[in-house]
């Protein structure tokens, strides 16, 4: 069955870097467009940024827009999330999702990690 783990949550102060993976398997990954979520406590889950399944086009939400960079490793079925200059209010639950052929901004992915935790203290 399809399975996307995340790793690289944890706490980091205002300013700082994180870089998140998500690990898939039990798929084509290359047929696979890989986005990133986040949900903060008490806000509904909002879309970050997407990338195609060839890794040669994004998309970024305005507010992480020169500040994160989503990248994949197709030969590793792994796709990232480069996280900097990072804000308190960045801190939320990362979620990665996987939908076939093109990504999309709205939460309609077919498949979905656990999450991970990121927290930025000021």
């Known amino acids: 069955q399809v399975q996307l783990v995340e790793s690289g949550g944890g706490l980091v102060q205002a300013g700082g870097s994180l870089r998140l993976a998500c690990a898939a398997s039990?798929?084509?990954?290359?047929?696979?467009?890989m986005a990133w979520f986040r949900q903060a406590p008490g806000k509904e889950r909002e879309f970050v940024t997407a990338?195609?399944?060839?890794?040669?086009?994004?998309y970024y939400a305005d507010f992480v827009k020169g500040r994160f960079a989503i990248s994949r490793d197709n030969a590793k079925n792994t796709a990232y999330l480069q996280m900097n200059s990072l804000k308190t209010e960045d801190t939320a639950v990362y979620y990665c999702?996987?939908?076939?052929?093109?990504?999309?901004?709205?939460?309609?992915?077919?498949?979905w990690g656990q999450g991970t935790q990121v927290t930025v203290s000021s």
């Open positions: 039990g798929l084509t990954f290359t047929n696979y467009a």
């Open positions: 999702a996987a939908r076939p052929r093109y990504y999309i901004t709205s939460s309609n992915y077919d498949y």
């Open positions: 990338i195609s399944g060839s890794g040669d086009s994004t």
